[in-house]
C-alpha cells in the first residue's frame, strides 16, 4: 500500500512551481518510487481535479470521476512498492472545506500513511501577494487592501495555526515549512524533496532549485489588468474564469512587451500592517511554538521599512503613464477579440 505525499499549499509560497516540476518530471519521480498520478492533475500540473474525485460531491462528471480513480488504482496496483505525490492549493478553498474529510479517508482506504506539506508565509507579503493574484487574473477583490484583508481575516485565511490544527485532525503526518529567505534560495522542489520522508530519492539540480512560474506582475500592470477587466465587463457581463485568465496572460504578455520599469505592487499602509499584526500576531506565535523549532518573529523579523505605496488606480498615475495604461488597454481588448475572447 502506498504512503501519500499530499502538498496542499499554501498560495503564493512556488506552488505552481512544484506543480510544474511534478508534471514535467513523472518519469524521473517513478524512477524514485514516486508516482505523480497520470489523471487528475490540470494542464499546469495541480491536482484540484484529483482531489475533487476522491472527496465525492463534485463539479466533475461522473465519467471524469470514475476515470481518475480508476486510474489511481490501476497505478497503484500495478507498483505496489510506489508512493504516491500530489499538490494541490484546492486543500484551501472554501468549497472543498467540507470535503476534506472524505478526501482523507479515500487516501486512508488506499494507501497507508498520508503526509501533507504546508508551507507558511508571514502575512504582511503574503496577502499583498495575493490580491496582486487576484487582480492580475482579473477576478474580482475590494478596491483596496485594507478591506481584502479585512475580508481575509474575517475569513480566517492565513490563520496558519488553525489550518494545521484541522490538518491533524484529518490524521495526516504534517511538515511545515516557513518560506522565509532561505526557503526561496533553495527552491520549492529542492525544500519539499528534502523533507525527511522524501529525503534522497530525487536530487534537485541548482536549476531545478530556481523554477519560478506565475509570478505577480508590478503596480502598473496591475493597473492596466484592472482597465481591460472594467472594460471587458462593458463587452461581455459575464466573463467565465477561464476568459479572465486568458485577459490576464495577454496583459501580462503586452506589459514585458513594453519593457515596463514597473516596480511591484506595495499597498502595506501603516493601516493594512496594523489590521495583520492584530489579526495574526497570537496565531503566529501560536503556530510556531507548535509546528516551528524558532519564533515567529526570528523566522520572520518585521521589515520596517516596507517602502512607498503604489498607485492603485490610474487616476494615481502621471498623465505619461496613464497614457500608456489606455494604449495597452486598448492593444490587450484588440487582441482579445481577434481571438474571439468576448463570443
Known amino acids: 500500500m502506498p504512503n501519500f505525499f499530499v502538498h496542499v499549499g499554501a498560495h503564493k509560497t512556488g506552488t505552481c512551481a512544484f506543480q ?26 495541480n491536482y ?6 476522491l472527496a465525492g460531491p463534485t463539479n466533475l462528471t461522473q465519467r ?20 504516491v505525490i500530489i499538490s494541490s492549493e484546492y486543500f484551501f478553498n472554501p468549497k472543498f472545506e467540507n470535503h476534506r474529510e472524505e478526501f482523507s479517508e479515500q487516501l486512508k482506504s488506499i494507501g497507508h500513511n498520508r503526509f501533507a506539506i504546508l508551507i507558511v508565509r508571514d502575512q504582511y507579503t503574503w496577502v499583498n501577494s495575493i490580491y496582486c493574484q487576484r487582480r492580475q487574473t482579473l477576478f474580482d477583490v475590494p478596491d483596496t487592501l485594507e478591506a481584502y484583508v479585512a475580508q481575509m ?3 480566517n485565511r492565513g490563520n496558519w495555526a488553525n489550518t494545521a490544527e484541522e490538518i491533524d485532525k484529518l490524521g495526516f503526518d504534517l511538515t511545515t515549512l516557513p518560506y522565509t529567505r532561505e526557503f526561496q534560495a533553495a527552491g520549492i522542489v529542492k525544500n519539499i524533496m528534502s523533507i525527511p520522508a522524501l529525503a534522497g530519492r530525487v536530487a534537485v539540480s541548482i536549476e531545478e532549485s530556481t523554477l519560478r512560474e506565475n509570478e505577480s506582475m508590478g503596480a502598473t500592470g496591475l493597473i492596466i489588468a484592472d482597465q481591460v477587466k472594467a472594460r471587458a ?12 485568465k486568458e485577459l490576464g496572460k495577454i496583459v501580462r504578455t503586452f506589459v514585458a512587451d513594453r519593457g515596463l520599469n514597473d516596480p511591484k505592487f506595495n499597498g502595506l499602509s501603516p493601516a493594512v500592517r496594523e489590521m495583520i499584526a492584530s489579526g495574526y500576531n497570537d496565531s503566529n506565535a501560536r503556530f510556531a511554538k507548535r509546528y ?4 515567529w518573529c526570528d523566522l520572520f523579523p518585521l521589515n520596517e521599512h516596507f517602502g512607498e505605496l503604489s498607485p492603485r488606480r490610474i487616476e494615481d498615475l502621471d498623465h505619461r503613464d496613464a497614457a500608456i495604461v489606455k494604449e495597452i488597454c486598448d492593444e490587450v481588448l484588440h487582441r482579445a477579440n481577434e481571438l474571439k475572447l468576448f463570443n
Do not use: Y
Not at 471524469?64 to 508512493?83: F, G
Not at 465587463?233 to 479572465?244: D, F, G, M, Q, S
Open 20 to 45: 510544474k516540476w511534478l508534471q514535467l518530471n513523472r518519469p524521473r519521480l517513478f524512477d524514485a518510487g514516486l508516482i505523480a498520478p497520470h489523471l487528475g492533475g490540470d494542464r499546469l500540473g
Open 48 to 53: 484540484r481535479p484529483f482531489m475533487e474525485a
Open 64 to 83: 471524469t470521476q470514475k476515470r481518475i480513480i480508476k486510474s489511481l488504482l490501476k497505478e497503484v496496483k500495478r507498483s505496489p512498492n510506489h508512493d
Open 153 to 155: 481575516i474575517r475569513n
Open 233 to 244: 465587463l462593458e463587452i461581455a457581463p459575464e466573463l467565465t474564469p477561464n476568459v479572465r
Open 292 to 295: 516551528l523549532e524558532q519564533s
